[in-house]
């Protein structure tokens, strides 16, 4: 199963749940975008870290704007609150969303709270892997 996870920026929350993915089904059927990315902005250096403490490197990973094709080469999206969504990726039916924080906006700067998204969205993760194994008969 393609997989798309949208975010605003794509050095974050999207990144984060695409390396899982890719992790945890041994693929790279996972993919991430920001729907008001920069093409080719590192990743953000505490997700970096957050992530290396459980073993997962996102070295050298970087931002990618969100495209229609994209979009529409998914077979299930997962998106990210972020005011910049646009419309015809909410109102498609195999949009899932994921209420997850952006710790870029919170008041710490996000540090303290890496961690807690991490953890959230690799929980997340692993409940769509599960559903797609029972809804599919096989791995993702």
Known sequence: MK???I?????MRSQMAEAFYNSLTGTHDATSAGAAADNGVPVSPDVLLAMRDIGIDMAGMTSTRLTQKMFEDA???IAFPTPFMPRWVLDDPKTEYWDVSDP???ADDGTNHIA??????EARVKNLIKESEANY????
């Open 104 to 106: 870029f906006y919170m």
């Open 7 to 11: 975010c605003e920026g794509n050095i």
């Open 3 to 5: 997989v798309l996870f």
């Open 75 to 77: 077979d299930k999206v």
């Open 116 to 121: 807690a998204v991490r953890d959230d969205i």
């Open 137 to 140: 008969g096989r791995k993702a």
